[in-house]
């Protein structure tokens, strides 16, 4: 039994075929990459797994669950998190709000609990503050806690995102070009850690992204894409190698 | 300066942050509590108008500042507490197997007239989920205008143009709705107000409502239901200014559709922006900003050339070139100009002038949206 389930997913929009028939599984427990040229649809493939999109064709299965039709905000609670390609926080809030946020699937309260702030209501964001310092331990990011998000650097604003993301618990992670802006050093914590959020966690990873050093360092299965099309599959090395793969990014 | 390290998780949750709090914002209390006893009743009438329109402008700031979501008609739902109000304590509503029209008491009607803001909130709030910006703002435009044209053709209930005459209220011999019981009335409700505001901003609810305004797409991949937030939002605000509203209909005694035109609208919408955007501490300003400028302007006419003076159409002028200097001087409006005097004294004398400049958002996806 798959821990995730793509079966033939494609996506139109008007004439164009984003995603064309894209058939992937993941195993859960394991670091699993998309990769391909742009515009070969691999964020679409995020956009339709978080639901912001509804595929033209096809299904997908989670946990054993039919998530083809399932309301993007409940997606959260199923235990999938995303992060987006060019970081999508709450500007105007700090640190510590943005990942309350991330909290907000697993918050059970009525308005009028929230209005009177009632004990219970004090005790389950108490409760709630303790996951959130999990992670802010676990990401190294004591430091910032207070900080607005306007007044942070690209490089931790990246990190913020892969925090709150955290703070949802999923079981199932989407990194959207994990290192895109980062400068080495950064990209090399960020491989460190998603190394420790597969390994220490036992969240899988399902990520999108460019720079193949990364990808070799983290990767257990790579996809490739083209024009919406799958077009190689298998081990990093193997699709390195693949004769098709060096023609879709090179030519020939 | 003071700086603050935190070593218990209540200490984030809790509204007063510091031991300074108690003492500003205790002695602000004091100061409004103690008022009526040393101002004459002019001035005592003219606070009371300040509460009522300050819970206005909290109800607008929650949807407005905080979710987002900018409202050109609120005035409506401003109105429609107002004529809740008046309706049911003064001219009564018939009911089954009474004889006579029911009068209810205040304590009855005021929430009454806050829940039919809050349902008019949610009428308006369901069908335009989906519009943002400026659509949403000609959306809830149109809606206030509806509003208006409603109070003025329904007239078995609402009298129309001639007006609706609000009964003032007692408790045995007092009258509540003038002087100091009415301004402690208001004092109180607002308090009250802005309480249950921080409460619902420090709660998850609050944190999603700001986490839909800046970022709907990311809000929703966090678990926010979108439909479900925005419309608690649109009802709370709703239900606040028609709290407001109800208490408006007994400070003016006298209702008529002109008291709830889009003029009214637009007044709100500069209060919380003049006030400072995002902030409840902005809607208090703005309230008092959006009350002291018309009398200002009326002293101001005095000194100027009877040219200019007289001139027609003089004071929506000024309103809109202030507002149009805020938006591009002080974004934060009031508020934010507060905040750096303060910070000008805490840090003094090494007040940098860069602390408060904000970095341009990078990249932002706009495909999403």
């Avoid at chain 1, 075929?17 to 427990?29: M, P, R, T």
């Avoid at chain 2, 009564?92 to 205040?106: A, N, Q």
Wanted: with cysteine; proline share 4%; net charge negative.
């Amino acid at each position: 039994m798959s821990f995730f389930k793509a079966e033939n997913l494609a996506i139109n929009f008007g004439g164009v075929k984003a995603v064309d028939g894209v058939n992937f599984e993941i195993k859960k427990g394991e670091c699993f990459t998309i990769i391909g040229p742009n515009g070969a649809g691999k964020t679409t493939i995020f956009n339709l797994i978080s639901r912001i999109y509804d595929s033209t064709e096809g299904t997908m299965t989670f946990d054993g669950q039919d998530i083809t039709k399932v309301p993007p905000h409940a997606i959260a609670s199923l235990g999938i998190a995303r992060t987006f390609q060019n970081i999508e926080l709450f500007e105007h809030a700090s640190v510590l709000q943005n990942l309350l946020v991330g909290r907000h699937c697993h918050s059970r309260t009525n308005l009028f609990s929230e209005l009177a702030f009632t004990p219970s209501m004090r005790k389950a964001e108490i409760a709630h503050r303790e996951k959130v310092e999990e992670v802010i331990d676990f990401l190294d990011l004591q430091h910032y806690r207070e900080s607005l998000i306007t007044n942070l650097p690209y490089g931790v604003r990246k990190v913020v995102e892969l925090g709150r993301a955290l703070c949802t618990e999923p079981k199932l992670i989407l990194l959207d070009e994990p290192s895109s802006g980062l400068n080495v050093e950064e990209t090399q914590d960020m491989s460190f850690w998603i190394d420790d959020i597969k390994k220490d966690l036992g969240i899988t990873v399902l990520m999108v992204e460019h720079d193949m050093g990364l990808v070799s360092e983290v990767s257990d299965q790579v996809l490739v894409l083209n024009y919406g099309r799958m077009l190689a599959f298998g081990s990093p090395q193997d699709v390195q190698n693949d004769p098709e793969v060096i023609k879709a990014y090179l030519g020939e | 300066m003071r700086f603050l390290f935190k070593t218990d998780y209540n200490q984030d949750i809790r509204i007063a942050k510091h031991s300074g709090y108690y003492w500003s914002y205790g002695l602000l209390l004091l100061i409004v509590v103690a008022a009526p006893y040393f101002l004459e009743g002019y001035y005592i009438g003219q606070m009371t108008q300040l509460f009522i329109i300050a819970m206005a402008g909290v109800g607008l700031m929650l949807l407005a500042g905080y979710t987002g979501l900018v409202s050109l008609g609120h005035a409506a739902f401003f109105g429609i507490g107002a004529y809740t109000e008046a309706v049911l304590t003064s001219n009564g509503v018939p009911l089954p197997f009474m004889e006579e029209p029911v009068i209810f008491p205040f304590v009855i009607s005021m929430p009454l007239a806050a829940i039919f803001a809050a349902l008019a909130g949610v009428v308006i709030g369901i069908p335009v989920l989906r519009l943002t910006g400026i659509y949403l703002a000609i959306a809830t435009f149109a809606f206030a205008l509806i509003i208006e044209e409603i109070l003025s053709r329904w007239e078995s209930v609402t009298n129309g143009y001639t007006g609706l005459l609000v009964e003032s209220l007692y408790i045995g011999d007092t009258e509540l709705t003038d002087g100091a019981p009415f301004y402690f009335l208001c004092l109180g409700l607002l308090v009250l107000v802005i309480l249950m505001s921080i409460n619902l901003l420090r709660s998850p609810t609050g944190r999603a409502m700001m986490a839909i305004r800046d970022s709907e797409v990311s809000a929703q991949s966090m678990g926010v239901n979108l439909a479900r937030v925005k419309t608690t939002a649109f009802a709370l605000s709703a239900g606040i200014t028609g709290l407001a509203g109800a208490l408006f209909a007994h400070k003016l005694g006298f209702l008529s559709p002109e008291s709830f035109t889009v003029f009214q609208s637009l007044e709100l919408l500069v209060l919380v922006v003049v006030g400072g955007i995002g902030s409840l501490h902005g809607a208090i300003f703005g309230a008092m900003f959006v009350l002291a400028l018309p009398q200002g302007l009326a002293i101001l006419k005095d000194y100027l050339p009877t040219a200019i003076a007289e001139t027609p159409g003089m004071e929506p002028f000024i309103f809109g070139f202030i507002l149009v200097l805020v938006i591009i001087f002080e974004p934060y409006g009031i508020y934010g100009r507060w905040l750096k005097i303060k910070h000008y004294f805490q840090m003094f004398p090494v007040y940098k002038k860069a602390t408060f400049k904000r970095q341009k958002a990078y990249m932002k996806s706009e495909r999403l949206k």
